[in-house]
């Protein structure tokens, strides 16, 4: 008896032969070597193919075989792209939209803390601690600041000594969640046959 067990998203490079190690995971109950061999040549970005087009496939090659599909009926293989290097443009672009980030962020912070009028609420928790009105807050305003940028470090994972950790930062997870509808859109729009 051979087991086929396809899996569900695979990534390949364009023009490559697909070979049955390649979208699927097979083993035989005797122990005997599994078969592996090509199936096709991806040309498409996306491909969806079919647990019976790929136990067909073994059913010529090993007629006398029996064959149990196991888990998903169907596999999506999809072009990885290569990864360029960044070029001095590449570098020129980062360091701008990084530059663009950061000055967009401090303009909304500095919005906030004038919506909610921070100097006074500095000076009435200076008033708290000490008592009197006092004019040089910056034994507030710099452990506060520094705070924030902690607090903004933690939350984003920046650390390196708790990079350690495998929890994902909110950004990544976002991503992740990004890619995954991403490829659900792919997956439907070649199902409705609209893909290329």
């Given at each position: 008896?051979?087991?086929?067990?396809?899996?569900?998203?695979?990534?390949?490079k364009?023009?490559?032969?697909v070979?049955?190690g390649?979208?699927?995971?097979?083993?035989?109950?005797?122990?005997v070597?599994?078969?592996?061999?090509?199936l096709?040549?991806?040309?498409?970005?996306?491909?969806?193919?079919?647990?019976?087009?790929?136990i067909?496939?073994?059913?010529?090659?090993?007629?006398?075989?029996e064959?149990?599909?196991?888990?998903?009926?169907?596999?999506?293989?999809?072009?990885?792209k290569?990864?360029?290097?960044?070029?001095?443009?590449?570098?020129?672009?980062?360091?701008?939209?990084a530059?663009?980030?950061?000055?967009?962020g401090?303009?909304?912070?500095?919005?906030?803390?004038?919506?909610?009028?921070?100097?006074?609420?500095?000076?009435?928790?200076?008033f708290?601690?000490t008592?009197?009105?006092?004019e040089?807050l910056?034994w507030?305003?710099?452990?506060?600041?520094?705070?924030?940028?902690?607090?903004?470090?933690?939350?984003f994972?920046?650390?390196?000594?708790?990079?350690?950790k495998?929890d994902?930062?909110?950004?990544?997870?976002?991503?992740?969640?990004?890619?995954?509808?991403?490829?659900?859109?792919?997956k439907?729009?070649?199902?409705?046959?609209?893909?290329?």
């Amino acid at each position: 008896m051979i087991y086929v067990e396809l899996m569900e998203d695979v990534k390949l490079k364009p023009g490559q032969e697909v070979w049955l190690g390649d979208i699927a995971r097979v083993w035989r109950d005797d122990g005997v070597d599994k078969p592996d061999f090509p199936l096709f040549t991806l040309e498409k970005s996306l491909v969806k193919v079919d647990v019976l087009e790929v136990i067909r496939s073994l059913k010529r090659r090993l007629p006398e075989e029996e064959i149990q599909s196991v888990g998903s009926a169907f596999c999506w293989i999809q072009y990885e792209k290569e990864k360029k290097k960044a070029g001095v443009w590449g570098w020129t672009l980062a360091v701008m939209i990084a530059l663009l980030m950061f000055i967009g962020g401090g303009m909304a912070i500095l919005n906030f803390h004038e919506d909610v009028n921070m100097v006074d609420v500095h000076k009435r928790l200076a008033f708290m601690v000490t008592g009197e009105e006092v004019e040089n807050l910056l034994w507030v305003s710099i452990p506060y600041s520094l705070g924030l940028a902690g607090g903004i470090a933690i939350f984003f994972n920046l650390i390196p000594a708790m990079k350690k950790k495998k929890d994902p930062s909110p950004l990544e997870l976002e991503y992740q969640t990004f890619q995954e509808q991403m490829d659900d859109y792919k997956k439907t729009k070649a199902e409705n046959g609209d893909g290329s």
